[in-house]
């Protein structure tokens, strides 16, 4: 089977469902940056393997998320999504980092470390993901951005933990 198809040189797509849109198109920014948030967790995964099978379990949500977001509205078969148990399970997993980690009282600077700054590059993507989906203006998509809001939030603490496991101090932010 080849790779190309040839169907999409005129700057379209196909929709899961079929519907032919422009690669501009809303949908496509929002599963393409969810997409591109799954290509950096795995290199922060492939990096340091410290925080591996977590972050696999992400990637397989974020292509839950993302044939959600490339589908049309009535398709006649179920998509795999996520639910709120998956957030409750970052919710917990940020909890146990946190634990860890010295009591943030000043904003801190992404970097440190090259896996650090992965990480927050990571957290970036995901906050682009989060408001791309909820400028779909689709009230189905709500456990979706609560999902993005809660891993945006598990990639800050997972940069400071990385910090923490290296040994490296968090650059804290000066005031001019």
């Known amino acids: 089977m080849k790779i190309y198809t040839k169907t999409g040189d ?3 797509t196909s929709l899961l469902g079929g519907t032919r849109v422009s690669k501009s198109h809303h949908k496509l ?3 393409g940056t ?3 948030l799954n290509s950096t967790i795995g290199l922060i995964a492939a990096l340091n393997p410290t925080h591996k099978t977590f972050l696999l379990n992400v990637q397989h949500k974020l292509f839950n998320i993302g044939s959600k ?4 509205k009535d398709l006649t078969f179920p998509l795999p999504d ?3 148990d998956d957030i409750n399970i970052l919710e917990k997993e940020i909890d146990c980092l946190n634990e860890k980690l010295p009591q943030l009282k000043n904003f801190i600077l992404p970097g440190g470390s090259a896996i650090s700054a992965h990480t927050q590059i990571a957290r970036c993507v995901c906050r682009r993901a989060e408001r791309n989906v909820v400028g779909l203006g689709e009230t189905k998509y709500t456990t979706i951005v609560g999902y993005l809001n809660r891993l945006s939030d598990y990639l800050f603490v997972l940069s400071r ?3 923490r496991l290296e040994g490296v101090e968090e650059i804290k932010w000066e005031k001019d």
Do not use: H, R, T
């Open 82 to 84: 996520v639910s709120i």
């Open 161 to 163: 933990d990385f910090l």
């Open 10 to 12: 005129k700057g379209e």
């Open 69 to 72: 977001l490339a589908a049309e």
């Open 29 to 31: 920014e929002a599963y």
């Open 34 to 36: 969810v997409d591109e």
